[in-house]
């Protein structure tokens, strides 16, 4: 346990006051006694506000391991977690180191809070870990979708060749049973297989894109699904396939459109689904080992229940889905068609809210060399 004496409270405060790391200290309701100026800014608020306020209602969203902060007050047991989300009422959303302990301040037992953010390296390492995983599952997938697609021409054929000696037409239905059957296999085979022709590059402006995206969606959606624009027009024309980036933005707003309409039926009249497509300027960007100096940010954002924790680290491998009518390639494919723009896919989700993010390189020609 930390002891801090009234003594040396004063001088404890100010040594709290220059580190980088947030501290707080809480009383047993969460109350916040003491936070430090980093701790001010982490949270947005001005210091003088934010003591004396419940520490939990700060937070909108958070995964702190309720249990182990009871342990605190229980039985003395400090306790770290490298993996603390944090959603504040700003829309901020962050992953922190967080540490806990005891510490007795003037005989009253508080908490002394610790919070570090680890944003940037998690993200570092979330991403080069899926990259590995993503490209090792595409190459294993791709084996097997030329595996299976050799011999279902050869069931195919047999099945033409087949009819054309039968004379009874209930025994034609049969194959062409079979060849229609063949012919859905192969068409989830080209797309197990992914895109196989180069990007047609183009001058275009993204925002063309994003309006024909809009209009296909309006078309199937619920009456109450609501489709925000939130588009920068000062962003330039850049280079790339409009069609690619189309079906790449595409199937990650019907997904949206999707879990929205799920969600809808269990909620109730009060809740207003929205999606909203938004395009920003997102400044310089290094995006498969290259720095931009200028990224164009595509986000699809809705309201709607949120990325089940177990599919967070594999949404984008091939054949993962939660759908019952889904075959997870929709994702996967989003994200080749952005890697062979040299663009790159982030995703944010908690309860309430999810915002996937598409990066492109302004390009201002067509070998791609304005970086």
């Not at 901020?92 to 953010?117: F, P, Y």
């Not at 309006?218 to 330039?236: F, H, N, Q, T, W």
């Not at 498969?288 to 177990?310: C, Y």
Request: contains cysteine.
């Amino acid at each position: 346990m930390t002891q801090i004496s009234q003594t040396n409270n004063v001088v404890s405060h100010q040594i709290l006051e220059q580190l980088n790391v947030a501290v707080f200290l809480l009383d047993a309701h969460g109350c916040i006694r003491f936070c430090n100026q980093s701790a001010a800014m982490l949270f947005a608020q001005n210091k003088k506000k934010i003591q004396g306020q419940s520490f939990w209602q700060t937070l909108i969203y958070h995964t702190f391991p309720q249990a182990q902060l009871d342990d605190i007050w229980s039985y003395g047991r400090s306790f770290s977690d490298s993996d603390v989300e944090m959603v504040f009422p700003d829309g901020r959303h962050i992953v922190a180191e967080v540490t806990a302990d005891q510490a007795d301040v003037d005989g009253e037992t508080l908490c002394l809070l610790q919070i570090r953010q680890n944003d940037n390296l998690r993200k570092i390492n979330r991403e080069n870990t899926q990259k590995h995983h993503i490209s090792a599952s595409r190459h294993l997938i791709r084996g097997l979708a030329h595996e299976i697609k050799n011999p279902l021409g050869g069931i195919r054929g047999a099945a033409q060749l087949l009819s054309r000696s039968l004379e009874s037409e209930e025994l034609k239905e049969f194959t062409q049973l079979i060849i229609e059957q063949s012919d859905r296999l192969r068409d989830l085979v080209d797309r197990l297989l992914g895109p196989n022709t180069p990007p047609k590059r183009m001058a275009t402006n993204i925002h063309v894109v994003l309006e024909r995206v809009y209009s296909l969606l309006k078309l199937d959606k619920p009456p109450s699904l609501v489709i925000e624009r939130d588009y920068d027009p000062s962003l330039p024309d850049t280079v790339f396939d409009p069609n690619q980036v189309e079906q790449a933005v595409l199937n990650i707003a019907k997904n949206a459109v999707q879990a929205l309409s799920e969600h809808l039926k269990t909620q109730g009249p009060e809740y207003k689904p929205i999606l909203i497509l938004k395009t920003r300027f997102a400044g310089s960007k290094v995006m498969h080992q290259t720095r931009f100096k200028q990224v164009l940010m595509i986000s699809i954002m809705d309201n709607g229940p949120g990325i089940s924790e177990e599919l967070k680290s594999t949404i984008f491998y091939p054949m993962v889905t939660n759908k019952s009518d889904g075959n997870g390639l929709g994702l996967s494919i989003s994200q080749t068609l952005i890697d062979q723009h040299q663009g790159s896919i982030e995703v944010e989700s908690w309860p309430g809210q999810t915002e996937f993010s598409i990066y492109l390189p302004v390009i201002k020609d067509s070998e791609g060399n304005d970086k």
